[in-house]
């Protein structure tokens, strides 16, 4: 009985464990519009900003891919975690 439940209880673990990942968001400053989901290359927001308020939303680790350019802003996180 003992064996069955640790079993039950590493299969859960294992099961958290995999469905925690990382949200990836993208920036370009050239081809990019915040009003895109920016979840890829082919759609990215246009500031940094954007994609940190994304992140922030977005419970876990998250990873944001800046284009290669130039970004003119004063960026704000404030994550309370």
């Given at each position: 009985m003992?064996?069955?439940r640790w079993s039950f209880c590493c299969l859960i673990v294992i099961v958290a464990a995999t469905s925690v990942h990382a949200a990836g968001y993208f920036v370009d400053a050239g081809a990019g519009d915040d009003a895109n989901a920016?979840?890829?290359a082919a759609s990215p927001f246009a500031?940094?900003?954007r994609?940190?308020?994304a992140?922030?939303?977005n419970p876990g680790p998250d990873m944001i891919q800046l284009a290669s350019g130039e970004y003119d802003?004063?960026?704000v996180i404030d994550d309370d975690e």
């Open positions: 003992i064996c069955i920016g979840i890829s500031s940094i900003q994609a940190i308020d992140a922030l939303e802003e004063n960026l």
